[in-house]
């Protein structure tokens, strides 16, 4: 039976290290659309699915309405497809063996509906089904932080830099994080040409568009730059901190009364939701639609209790900035 992909931006995407650590290239919708499907996996799942993609929540989601849509994202399918990616393992005597893999079995497109379904490799499986942490390290992250990402080197350096947020650091030979990365120009050859056209540009954007801050040293053996050191810091702390500040102005100038009846007007009367938090929606809101930003909640209201989102305020929050209803 296909699965209907529930596409939001609040999906969180869970790989095996294993997987992250993959030598292979691929371009920056292939990563998208793969990070988007793996987005699907429950917890419980027991097996793969095929997964029926909607081409218009794909390209809601990416926030790309182009009339080659469609064209584009069959072609990455056939991609995802054709492309090969090379997984290492490591025995309990430290002996390596490799698996070399396509990511996707099979895609069928349906044209009239304007679909296509997609079914993962079954090799995929230890790597992306009912993941434990003590017997297959995984990496967990919001699908946001990527589809913001343009450029395909940002993508694949924000997984292997995120997996090791909690230790702030990591150190890669040059040559393996080129395999990673899957660099293969011969222009690159040149640690020069290296850093300004990839790292650069993947330190920038990373920094700017995701959930952490990285940087990096060279570090060199003679003449050359054999290694390269990354620092890895969390957002989040500074977020959290200017959040909860919110919450007390807010709980100190609103009363409950008001809440209740502000939380009426939108269409939020059954919705479990702090003081802080909807008002923050509300100031999304008039930015957005001036005096009727009160309807323009309630529409948006509606169209996200009916999704059912996993994260809710988040998903509000982005219906409302991009307008998902048109008002």
Not at 64 to 81: C, F, G, P, Q, V
Not at 290 to 295: D, G, K, T
């Amino acid at each position: 039976m296909d699965e209907k992909v529930n596409l939001s931006e609040d999906n969180y995407v869970v790989k095996a290290n294993q997987l992250i650590e993959a030598k292979g290239r691929l371009g920056a919708l292939e990563q998208k659309l793969f990070a988007a499907l793996i987005s699907e996996i429950q917890p419980n799942d027991e097996d793969f699915k095929d997964y029926y993609l909607k081409v218009s929540d794909i390209s809601e989601l990416l926030g790309n309405k182009s009339n080659t849509i469609y064209e584009r994202l069959k072609e990455a399918s056939d991609n995802l497809m054709n492309k090969t990616i090379k997984l290492e393992n490591i025995n309990e005597k430290g002996k390596r063996s490799f698996i070399i893999t396509r990511l996707i079995s099979s895609a069928q497109y349906q044209e009239g509906d304007g679909a296509i379904i997609i079914r993962f490799d079954p090799v995929l499986k230890p790597y992306l089904v009912a993941i434990n942490g003590k017997e297959t390290p995984f990496t967990k992250y919001l699908i946001s932080n990527i589809l913001k990402l343009d450029n395909s080197y940002s993508i694949r350096l924000y997984e292997i830099l995120k997996q090791c947020e909690k230790m702030k650091n990591r150190e890669i030979k040059t040559d393996e994080l080129k395999d990673m990365l899957g660099v293969d120009s011969p222009s690159y050859n040149l640690f020069s040409e290296f850093e300004r056209k990839v790292l650069k540009v993947a330190k920038s954007e990373i920094n700017e568009k995701t959930d952490i801050w990285v940087d990096y040293k060279k570090i060199k053996e003679g003449r050359s730059i054999t290694k390269i050191k990354f620092s890895i810091e969390t957002k989040m702390t500074k977020e959290l901190l200017e959040q909860e500040q919110g919450k007390k102005i807010v709980d100190s100038l609103i009363d409950d009364k008001k809440f209740e009846n502000d939380k009426i007007q939108c269409g939020l009367e059954n919705i479990t939701i702090s003081k802080v938090d909807f008002y923050n929606l509300l100031d999304i809101a008039i930015d957005n639609q001036q005096e009727y930003a009160f309807e323009y909640m309630a529409l948006t209201s509606e169209y996200v209790i009916e999704r059912k989102p996993k994260h809710f305020i988040a998903y509000f929050g982005n219906a409302l900035k991009n307008n998902y209803i048109k008002f």
